[in-house]
């Protein structure tokens, strides 16, 4: 921002930057912020959730867990590999 970055620019539209520079321009606390980026962010995924039908055969669900990235890994092989 010191250097003349507006917040108009595209960049500034994704979660957390707006709030932040508000913070920092003294237009809002830090924890205003951090409540505005958690709702911003609760009404994104709401709405990526919509995109979704949960039964959509196409579509391969993996819960996030501790230590899933290997199995990730595997999937993705065996994806690439059949394709």
């Known amino acids: ?10 960049a500034f539209s994704a979660i ?13 606390s830090l924890e205003d912020a951090v409540q505005k980026i958690r709702r911003s962010t609760r009404e994104f995924v709401r709405r990526q959730a919509n995109w979704f039908n949960p039964d959509d055969p196409r579509i391969e669900w993996i819960e996030a867990r501790p230590g899933v990235e290997a199995e990730l890994e595997a999937r993705v092989r065996r994806w690439i590999a059949g394709s």
């Open 16 to 28: 957390g930057y707006r709030q932040l520079a508000e913070t920092v321009e003294g237009r809002a």
């Open 1 to 10: 921002m010191d250097r003349g970055y507006s917040l108009d620019l595209p």
